[in-house]
């Protein structure tokens, strides 16, 4: 399935529903809010313009379904983005709409075409996205007024956008095997891993200005938990026990610690954890005034990561870079040549 055609569905099926854009009418001038409307619903509000691109109008729907794009959740959120981030997302989908148009208008100008046939079979798919006639009658009620032929150049603007991305990113940005090895190999220190330890706690934590009473009840319930934690069998037992009793952060977690770096460890506790196996409890340590109780998961030594083991992330990271670095040049390049309007 063509990816900008299922986004087209997605988006607007996210929008349906929804008394949509509510709270970015509220809080953003130049968005219009969007009534209710259900997917059963004939009632459709009236776009507004948000974007002129070459003189094409884009409008708050196509605006929103970019958003709602970029933060599918926004129906865990009964319907709106998160105040933190909702002038963010909203930025960045107004940004794709032009970079899209942008696009779309490259490829018409380049005469890129959608043979008869191909646009009926991507129709037939674009409409197995839906789950009932009922979702299907709304996405046409909502974005296409009803019509099919509406529907057709929306699919076929889509399809004509996913091909000319293809043609000046996609296939450009394939990273070989060899270009991937050339990157590790100019940039070892990156994967030098340091030493690390992975480990779980229960701790007792006296007040920075406890008294002596206060410290010598501490050292007694540490005791009894150390009793009590040298009898655990296992990470369960343990990080039931944690739970329970420990006073520091992690009993949120079963005490567990995911790998430490060593530099970033107290030395009381870097000196025991290197004298313990895997599954050992050690004896109270003293970091402070806290008394802390170590059951070590596993220890990674200094080192360097094999091409191999990271060979496969690694390509795929630097796909991903140069797809981002050209999609932006394509952006910058078709921006210098058009005119942009946000209204």
Known sequence: MNTKIAALALGALAGMGISA????GATQGNTASVATASANSEVVPPERPVAR???????????????????????QHNGGFPKAMEADIRKGALQMI????????????????????QLNHAVVEFRKQFKSPDD????MTWECQGSEQV?????????????????????????????TRAYYDRNLATFRLPESFSFQTISILPSDKATPAQLQDARKRAEAALKQAKATKSFEEFGLLAEKI?????????????????????PQVVSTALAMQPGQVSELIQVEQALTIVRLIAHKPAGLQKFD???????KQLQNQKTEQLRSGLDRQLRAKAKV???
Request: charged content about 30%; glycine content about 4%; hydrophobic content about 40%.
């Open 21 to 24: 854009f509510a709270q970015t």
């Open 98 to 117: 032009v970079f899209e148009e942008l696009v779309y208008q490259e490829a018409m100008r380049r005469g890129m075409t959608v043979t008869p046939a």
């Open 246 to 266: 420990s006073e520091d952060d992690y009993h949120v977690m079963m005490g567990k610690h995911d790998f430490v770096d060593r530099d970033k460890l107290p």
């Open 53 to 75: 691109v070459n003189g094409t109008v884009l409008t708050d729907r196509d605006l929103l379904r970019e958003m709602f794009a970029i933060f599918p959740y926004a129906r």
């Open 341 to 343: 309007e946000v209204l």
């Open 136 to 139: 299907y009658h709304g996405f």
């Open 309 to 315: 083991a990271v060979k496969d992330s690694l390509r």
């Open 151 to 179: 529907l057709r150049r929306k699919i076929r603007r889509s399809i004509l956008i996913d091909r000319l991305l293809d043609i000046e990113v996609k296939n450009r940005s394939a990273v070989t095997l060899a270009e």
